[in-house]
């Protein structure tokens, strides 16, 4: 009899250890990590369905070619267009870079700023700090900005969440 129940809480562990791995597996592949972990190749590569057209200060729509001519490269623009401010790059090329940048510290969630007489990001509370690409440099944070696609279409400049 005592040989039987070992037998039965041994069977019952491995079902229940079978069981959160298998959960375990299911769950990271259903829900993969947020698009911050994504490279910019995979952005870039994805198809772009709907968006909404970047916005200057005034609200009026961003031509590309314009944004290209009068931004210089690597230091981030602010634009409007979604409930959250954005900022752009214009990488070497130059090109428009194929994400946005949505500052929000990911320590805390606080507004960052694009700081021109540090070159990055910086959260105004604890003192995180990005660079350009949103990739975390400094400070408390350990993960980069949450990013958005972009994506060029006829001279406009779309914004995908």
Same mark, same amino acid.
């Given at each position: 009899?005592? *040989?039987?129940? *070992?037998?039965? %809480?041994?069977?019952?562990?491995?079902?229940?250890?079978? /069981?959160?791995?298998? /959960?375990?597996? =299911?769950?990271?592949?259903?829900?993969? *990590?947020?698009?911050?972990?994504?490279?910019? $190749? #995979?952005?870039? #590569?994805? @198809?772009?369905?709907?968006?909404?057209?970047?916005?200057?200060?005034?609200? $009026?729509?961003? %031509?590309?070619?314009?944004?290209?001519?009068?931004?210089?490269?690597?230091? &981030? @623009?602010?634009?409007?267009?979604?409930? !959250?401010? /954005?900022?752009?790059?214009?990488?070497?090329? &130059?090109?428009?870079?194929?994400?946005?940048?949505?500052?929000? +510290?990911?320590?805390?969630? #606080?507004? @960052?700023?694009?700081?021109?007489?540090?070159? +990055?990001?910086? +959260?105004? #509370?604890?003192? =995180?700090?990005y660079d350009y690409?949103?990739?975390?440099?400094?400070?408390?944070a350990k993960r980069n900005l949450r990013?958005? !696609?972009?994506? /060029?279409?006829?001279?406009?400049? %779309?914004?995908?969440?």
């Amino acid at each position: 009899m005592e *040989k039987s129940n *070992k037998n039965y %809480k041994r069977r019952r562990f491995l079902q229940y250890a079978f /069981t959160g791995a298998t /959960t375990t597996v =299911a769950m990271g592949w259903l829900f993969p *990590k947020s698009s911050e972990s994504q490279s910019q $190749e #995979n952005l870039s #590569n994805t @198809v772009a369905v709907g968006g909404v057209v970047a916005l200057d200060g005034r609200g $009026e729509q961003i %031509k590309l070619s314009s944004f290209l001519e009068n931004v210089p490269l690597k230091k &981030p @623009v602010a634009v409007k267009g979604l409930s !959250k401010p /954005t900022y752009l790059v214009v990488e070497s090329g &130059p090109t428009i870079a194929p994400y946005g940048i949505i500052p929000v +510290c990911t320590h805390q969630p #606080n507004r @960052v700023r694009w700081r021109e007489d540090l070159d +990055c990001f910086r +959260c105004p #509370n604890h003192g =995180a700090r990005y660079d350009y690409q949103g990739r975390a440099i400094g400070g408390p944070a350990k993960r980069n900005l949450r990013r958005i !696609k972009v994506v /060029t279409q006829n001279d406009r400049i %779309k914004l995908i969440q």
